[in-house]
């Protein structure tokens, strides 16, 4: 017998059959009564004074409800990180597509005409799109300097560790917008009840975010805020913040019409609003020795914020954070950068800006090994982290050497430097082969000390029949109920069927925390296991006091205590117990529990005459902590690799003149099908980790991390380019393989 009964297994998700049979109810699909439709009325300008709201006389505008800054009984910001984003602009626009008014009418038709007859007057400002302009001062746009955010690490003696090196290495590396693409689109509804509370239904990643942004908008207090989750068809982080924006949007509306109120986007709304991936551009300088040893690294990374905060100071933390990649640097200089532009604001996804610092260091690393001739495995060999080394910002390394196990693993399962050494030299035909290898960790949980700060809390309870899981850790679509149930039934000792997810309700769920940072089965599970471990104690303690067999299954003893004493009811809580220490002011410290690791190699074919590549086969060696359901957990990785691997080269997302996305529609925005997805290789390595439940790592975000720096490696070797940037689109690579060509 093995040493888990439930943790290990390859448990089917009790939310597939509803999905699959289409049994399952989103936002959309709710029927509410008496429920009037929400639509927004926007800036169509990137910045401005905003003069007022301008209302046809030929609209009969009894028919509807319209809400302005005005109209807001609490305040007019939407908390976020900062209250620096206006629910409603007030007196100036900073972003196109920027809200300035709010609509409801009671169907579809009354909505359009509406929409069609008013409109914001707003002066135009001359805008800042680009982070270059924000940081030349001349245009003021956020704060004193339009930096919103800045951290600095400085370990070691850098001046001295370029003098060992016997070659600098220097680039210039950028990320582009990518956008979350859910299948679902962003939904919220709300209903004003008649003792004055607010329920807001929608979907959404974390409850007590729209909880407390709502609560504030509305001027109630927490017990009149009702949030519920609908079944929610994907995040990958865009469903972080802005469900707290939409959320107050339709509470606003439901407040001031008197109907309860949805607000439902289209594609196309959903793509030209909604919060992207932080692009971003970084200069790395890096000293080594002749034998590839890093000697030194000075570091600028920035990252393009947009109009407002929302999320961009915790996302430049993990930039800062993951700046030196798996590797081991002894002297190092790191500066970061969020700064401002007038164009929408970009959020969370996937990788929380890790992914676009992994991609400078990792391709530093590739641009070291071509100058010295040495093969890009062994660089990365050679100067990977092993246990004991310190990372820039302050913290040992306690766990194995699990960036070496991973690169050796991936080598071996791709066979990677045969085909290198095949591909070398394959004929100049006009397929061309390649391959690339790159790899990346990624910290579990909240940066820092924002994990003990969370009081992250679970409630599990004895129902009659069933143990009901009550969490705020929402199902997206990645697996998280089937692991909540398995870690419960785990400890209690009993099987998954015993055991139910409760949907997050914040007036009966406790604060788990939000579903982000990759932290659910890590830690939230750990709050559950928690209150299962004392809901078990009370039980053999009653066990013990009647003197009933050991072997008595749990189930029974839950429905005789029941019978006897109540519900067993308990609480449980994520503590820690390893010492960790982060100086918030320092920006130093130990700053995760736990690391997750993946290296990737990658196999591309390249068409030298059209300029398409497509990923062949892509080998994954991931070291996960414990895998606690397997399958699930192959399924994140291969879904997160795929989203990498179309931010290489397929995503092409960019602002034109306007301050407008490039892509308001799928023809414009390619993302990869079916038809584009490789053959994939996946093995899992565990190192379990002491603060993690059952020893689990968070791994939902690490298969980003090094997918892109590996997909652009493996072009480079088929067809002798290096590309700097992603997406490295067919027009990019035609310009790096054909530089004299006269561009049209």
């Given at each position: 017998?093995?040493?888990?009964?439930?943790?290990?297994?390859?448990?089917?998700?009790?939310?597939?059959p509803?999905?699959?049979?289409?049994?399952?109810?989103y936002?959309?699909?709710?029927?509410?009564?008496?429920?009037?439709t929400?639509?927004?009325?926007?800036?169509?300008?990137?910045?401005?004074?905003?003069?007022?709201?301008?209302?046809?006389?030929s609209?009969?505008?009894?028919r509807?409800?319209?809400?302005?800054?005005?109209?807001?009984?609490?305040?007019?910001?939407?908390?976020?990180?900062?209250?620096?984003?206006?629910?409603?602009?007030?007196?100036?626009?900073?972003?196109?597509?920027?809200?300035?008014?709010?609509?409801?009418?009671?169907?579809?038709?009354?909505?359009?005409?509406?929409?069609?007859?008013?409109?914001?007057?707003?002066?135009?400002l001359?805008?800042?799109l680009?982070?270059?302009?924000?940081?030349?001062?001349?245009?003021?746009?956020?704060?004193?300097?339009?930096?919103?955010?800045?951290?600095?690490?400085?370990?070691?003696?850098?001046?001295?560790?370029?003098?060992?090196?016997?070659?600098?290495?220097?680039?210039?590396?950028a990320?582009?917008?990518h956008?979350?693409?859910?299948?679902?689109t962003q939904?919220?509804a709300?209903?004003?009840?008649?003792?004055?509370?607010?329920?807001?239904?929608?979907?959404?990643?974390?409850?007590?975010y729209?909880?407390?942004?709502?609560?504030?908008?509305?001027?109630?207090?927490?017990?009149k805020?009702?949030?519920?989750?609908a079944?929610?068809?994907?995040?990958?982080?865009?469903?972080?913040?802005?469900?707290?924006?939409?959320?107050s949007?339709?509470?606003?509306l439901?407040?001031?019409s008197?109907?309860?109120?949805?607000?439902?986007?289209?594609?196309?709304?959903?793509?030209?609003v909604?919060?992207?991936?932080?692009?971003?551009?970084?200069h790395?300088?890096?000293?080594?020795?002749r034998d590839?040893?890093?000697?030194?690294?000075?570091?600028?990374?920035?990252?393009?914020?947009?109009?407002?905060?929302?999320?961009?100071?915790?996302?430049?933390?993990?930039?800062?954070?993951?700046?030196?990649?798996?590797?081991?640097?002894?002297?190092?200089?790191i500066?970061?950068?969020?700064?401002?532009?007038?164009?929408p604001?970009?959020?969370a996804?996937?990788?929380?800006?890790?992914?676009?610092?992994?991609?400078a260091m990792?391709?530093?690393?590739?641009?070291?090994?071509?100058?010295?001739?040495?093969?890009?495995?062994?660089?990365?060999?050679?100067?990977?982290?092993?246990?004991?080394?310190?990372?820039?910002?302050g913290q040992?390394?306690?766990?194995?050497?699990?960036?070496?196990?991973?690169?050796e693993?991936?080598?071996?399962?791709?066979?990677?430097?045969?085909?290198?050494?095949?591909y070398?030299?394959?004929?100049?035909?006009?397929?061309?082969?390649?391959?690339?290898?790159?790899?990346?960790?990624?910290?579990?949980?909240?940066?820092?000390?924002?994990?003990?700060?969370?009081?992250?809390?679970?409630?599990?309870?004895?129902?009659?029949?069933?143990?009901?899981?009550?969490?705020?850790?929402?199902?997206?679509?990645?697996?998280?109920?089937?692991?909540?149930?398995?870690?419960?039934?785990?400890?209690?000792?009993?099987?998954?069927?015993?055991?139910?997810?409760?949907?997050?309700?914040?007036?009966?769920?406790p604060?788990?925390?939000p579903?982000?940072?990759?932290?659910?089965?890590?830690?939230?599970?750990?709050?559950?296991?928690?209150?299962?471990?004392?809901?078990?104690?009370?039980?053999?303690?009653?066990?013990?006091?009647?003197?009933?067999?050991?072997?008595?299954?749990?189930?029974?003893?839950?429905?005789?205590?029941?019978?006897?004493?109540?519900?067993?009811?308990?609480?449980?809580?994520?503590?820690?117990?390893?010492?960790?220490?982060?100086?918030?002011?320092?920006?130093?410290?130990?700053?995760?529990?736990?690391?997750?690791?993946?290296?990737?190699?990658?196999?591309?074919?390249?068409?030298?005459?059209?300029?398409?590549?497509?990923?062949?086969?892509?080998?994954?060696?991931?070291?996960?902590?414990?895998?606690?359901?397997?399958?699930?957990?192959?399924?994140?990785?291969?879904?997160?690799?795929?989203?990498?691997?179309?931010?290489?080269?397929?995503?092409?997302?960019?602002?034109?003149?306007?301050?407008?996305?490039?892509?308001?529609?799928m023809?414009?925005?390619?993302?990869?099908?079916?038809?584009?997805?490789?053959?994939?290789?996946i093995?899992?390595?565990?190192?379990?980790?002491?603060?993690?439940?059952?020893?689990?790592?968070?791994?939902g975000?690490?298969?980003?991390?090094?997918?892109?720096?590996?997909?652009?490696?493996?072009?480079?070797?088929?067809?002798?380019?290096?590309?700097d940037?992603?997406?490295?689109?067919?027009?990019?690579?035609?310009?790096?393989?054909?530089?004299?060509?006269?561009?049209?």
């Amino acid at each position: 017998m093995g040493e888990f009964n439930v943790i290990g297994r390859s448990i089917l998700r009790d939310d597939g059959p509803g999905k699959v049979t289409g049994r399952t109810e989103y936002i959309a699909d709710i029927d509410i009564p008496g429920c009037w439709t929400g639509g927004i009325v926007r800036s169509k300008v990137a910045r401005g004074r905003l003069k007022g709201i301008v209302k046809s006389p030929s609209f009969d505008w009894s028919r509807v409800t319209v809400v302005t800054c005005e109209d807001i009984p609490g305040e007019n910001f939407i908390s976020i990180v900062r209250t620096d984003y206006p629910a409603l602009a007030e007196k100036e626009v900073n972003y196109f597509s920027q809200a300035v008014a709010l609509v409801a009418a009671p169907d579809e038709v009354t909505l359009k005409e509406a929409m069609s007859s008013i409109e914001a007057d707003i002066e135009p400002l001359k805008p800042v799109l680009a982070v270059e302009e924000a940081l030349e001062g001349k245009e003021i746009i956020w704060g004193e300097d339009n930096i919103i955010d800045e951290y600095r690490t400085e370990s070691g003696d850098i001046e001295k560790g370029f003098a060992e090196a016997d070659l600098i290495v220097e680039g210039d590396w950028a990320t582009g917008l990518h956008e979350q693409l859910y299948l679902e689109t962003q939904g919220m509804a709300a209903n004003m009840r008649e003792d004055g509370a607010v329920e807001v239904i929608g979907s959404l990643q974390c409850p007590f975010y729209v909880h407390g942004a709502v609560q504030k908008v509305m001027a109630l207090p927490p017990e009149k805020v009702i949030i519920r989750q609908a079944a929610t068809g994907g995040g990958f982080g865009g469903k972080e913040d802005y469900p707290s924006i939409l959320g107050s949007y339709a509470a606003l509306l439901a407040y001031r019409s008197g109907h309860p109120v949805k607000i439902i986007f289209d594609r196309e709304e959903d793509l030209m609003v909604t919060p992207k991936r932080h692009p971003s551009k970084s200069h790395y300088r890096m000293g080594v020795t002749r034998d590839g040893k890093i000697t030194a690294l000075d570091a600028d990374i920035i990252l393009d914020s947009g109009a407002y905060t929302t999320l961009s100071r915790v996302v430049l933390q993990r930039s800062q954070l993951h700046a030196c990649g798996i590797y081991h640097v002894p002297n190092v200089r790191i500066r970061s950068r969020a700064v401002a532009t007038n164009t929408p604001p970009n959020g969370a996804f996937r990788g929380f800006g890790a992914p676009q610092s992994i991609f400078a260091m990792e391709r530093s690393m590739d641009l070291a090994a071509k100058k010295l001739g040495i093969d890009p495995l062994d660089i990365r060999l050679k100067n990977a982290l092993r246990t004991g080394d310190r990372f820039p910002y302050g913290q040992v390394l306690k766990e194995k050497n699990n960036a070496v196990a991973v690169l050796e693993k991936a080598a071996e399962m791709s066979d990677y430097r045969a085909k290198g050494e095949l591909y070398a030299s394959q004929p100049k035909g006009r397929i061309r082969k390649g391959i690339g290898i790159a790899a990346a960790l990624h910290g579990g949980g909240f940066t820092g000390a924002g994990e003990d700060k969370m009081g992250t809390t679970a409630r599990v309870c004895f129902d009659g029949s069933k143990f009901a899981v009550y969490v705020s850790s929402t199902e997206i679509g990645q697996g998280s109920s089937t692991v909540l149930r398995m870690a419960a039934a785990e400890e209690l000792g009993t099987a998954v069927e015993d055991v139910v997810y409760m949907v997050p309700d914040t007036s009966k769920t406790p604060n788990t925390g939000p579903t982000v940072a990759s932290r659910t089965t890590m830690y939230a599970s750990k709050a559950v296991r928690d209150a299962c471990s004392r809901i078990r104690k009370k039980l053999e303690e009653w066990r013990t006091a009647k003197g009933l067999p050991a072997d008595t299954s749990v189930t029974v003893l839950a429905a005789g205590y029941m019978k006897e004493k109540g519900m067993p009811d308990e609480y449980g809580y994520n503590t820690f117990d390893d010492g960790s220490c982060w100086d918030e002011e320092k920006f130093e410290g130990d700053a995760y529990r736990g690391y997750a690791w993946i290296a990737n190699v990658i196999e591309v074919e390249v068409d030298t005459d059209t300029y398409e590549v497509s990923a062949e086969k892509v080998f994954a060696a991931a070291e996960v902590g414990r895998a606690v359901n397997p399958m699930q957990l192959k399924g994140q990785l291969t879904g997160g690799m795929l989203q990498a691997i179309g931010w290489s080269h397929l995503e092409d997302m960019r602002v034109d003149d306007k301050g407008r996305y490039t892509a308001s529609h799928m023809n414009a925005y390619l993302v990869p099908t079916a038809l584009d997805t490789p053959e994939w290789e996946i093995e899992l390595l565990e190192d379990p980790c002491a603060q993690g439940c059952f020893g689990a790592k968070g791994i939902g975000e690490l298969p980003m991390n090094a997918a892109g720096p590996a997909f652009v490696s493996a072009v480079d070797n088929a067809v002798g380019v290096f590309c700097d940037s992603i997406p490295c689109t067919g027009e990019k690579l035609f310009r790096l393989m054909c530089p004299d060509e006269k561009k049209s």
